[in-house]
């Protein structure tokens, strides 16, 4: 994962981006994300994994709740993610976590390259 999720992440905003490790402190799960720096109600998921033989077993809600908690502590009341329409599974994940689709954006990131713009309310 490294050429996608280059370390500048975890420096740069180590505050919202965490790992989840098992007993033996082997990395099975993490999620990065920001505080948006153009809208204070913002914050913003840019990138979450979690290990294959655990997936469904509560790790990426762990890990999202956490961020959840980090942006309500700094008066965010939104956030914010992006994924692929094609990428159906995380659609529905979002979906259980509380995410509403925004809205389904055309050559988002390039020519054919759509994407899911995400929204959550955090109360």
């Given amino acids: 994962m490294a050429p996608i999720l280059p370390r500048l992440f975890f420096l740069h905003f180590e505050g919202t981006s965490f790992v989840a490790e ?51 502590d700094h008066g965010r009341s939104l956030v914010r993610c992006v994924t692929s329409p094609v990428n159906e599974v995380s659609v529905a994940f979002h979906e259980a976590l509380g995410f509403e689709v925004d809205r389904v954006a055309e050559d988002y990131d390039g020519p054919g390259e759509d994407r899911v713009l995400l929204l959550k309310r955090l109360t």
């Fill in 22 to 72: 098992d007993d033996d402190g082997e990395l099975v799960g993490f999620v990065c994300g920001f505080l948006s720096q153009t809208d204070p109600e913002e914050a913003y998921i840019h990138f979450v994994g979690a290990s294959p033989a655990l997936r469904g077993a509560g790790v990426g809600r762990t890990l999202y709740e956490r961020f959840f908690a980090e942006a309500r």
